[in-house]
């Protein structure tokens, strides 16, 4: 997704070359994105969901090894198969539970799609307000967003959008929907990223947004903290808050890229006008509550991470904030200033 943000000012920069990290350089700890996750309530039904309305498809999880690269992605396991592992317990703080996955990728896109979903033990289902504090959006640019918008109708998603239909905002025509464990999409008409997607295909680019209560503080934890590199900040618009269901209030988004990659994530804080009903509600997000927004970031220096993420004062959501090892590397899940899961990866040495 590209919008245009105003110039951010250096003070950053400087905060960044004080914590000894380059915005966005190769200093960073995250080197880059293998997953957007997302858990569910219904494996089966969430990747019908995202197979018939924008052509994604099965992917080979990024950690599979020993199959030939052409080899099948695996099929979705059936929920009689979820699987349980004591490793994994203490990776997400879901000990005694059941799980399974559902690895997918969108077209032109960077990154892997993931879906979570977990049995056996208790999970939350609160569908989010754009405007709560640790919601999140999956951004997909289309090509034709009429078509896209016909098939969600035929389904009958639910939209979230004042009027129900396709709005013109600054940054084109746009519709925010709901998937059905009531997770938020934002599908962009996007003409002038079509000369960029590489494959065929509805979604031609994929970003990701997400609500934070506080700018400087979500800033402090991926700008600060990560290395993540602030492309700018502005004002959306009255078009762009009716696109999120309010008929007033204020928007302020900063766009931010990860990494190694190109990929776009949005924070967006919300101002509600007075009497706002409903009223924002933060997250405390566990791991196997419906729609708990993950990242899954490639990092270097996992062990110094670890330490900087405890100084700085963030919390982890792995048991004693300890890293499990597989064969493929090492897993930790720290949570954003907003409730937001995200997991630190760190890959064996090839």
Partial sequence: MRRRFLACTSTAAIA???????????????????????STGDAERAFAFYHDMFGIDL??????????????????RSAAQAGSDP??????N???????????????????????????IPRGDRAPNPWDPGASTIIFSV????????????????????????????????????????????????????????????????????????????????EKLLGFTVNGTRTASAAELRL???????????????????VTVVLSEFGLPAGAAPPATRFEWRLQDVGSPQFQLEVGGLD???????????????VGAHPIQRAFGRFVFAIDPDGVLVEFVEPTAR
């Fill in 16 to 38: 960044l070359t004080t914590l000894g990290l380059a915005p966005g350089g190769a200093s960073a700890p995250v080197r880059g994105l293998y997953n957007w996750i997302h």
């Fill in 59 to 76: 992917s080979r999880s990024p950690f599979a090894g020993g199959a030939a690269a052409a080899a099948p992605p695996e099929p979705i």
């Fill in 87 to 92: 490793l994994v317990w203490d990776l997400t």
């Fill in 94 to 120: 879901t000990h005694g539970s059941r799980f399974r996955t559902v690895f997918m990728r969108a077209p032109n896109t960077p990154f892997g799609l993931e879906l979570s979903e977990f049995f056996d």
């Fill in 143 to 222: 090509r034709d967003l009429d078509a896209v918008a016909a098939r969600l109708k035929t389904r009958g998603a639910l939209v979230v959008t004042l009027g129900g239909v396709a709005l013109a905002t600054p940054s084109g025509r746009a519709l925010l929907v709901r998937d059905p464990d009531g997770c938020l999409i934002e599908l962009r008409q996007a003409p002038r990223a079509v000369s960029r997607a590489t494959a065929p295909g509805d979604v031609i680019e994929t970003a990701i947004g997400i609500t934070v209560a506080s700018r400087e503080r979500a800033r402090g934890f991926y």
């Fill in 244 to 262: 999120r269901g309010l008929s007033a209030g204020a928007l302020t988004e900063t766009a931010m890229s990860i990494p190694g990659t190109a």
């Fill in 304 to 318: 110094a991470l670890i330490d900087r993420t405890k100084n700085a004062g963030y919390r982890f959501l792995s």
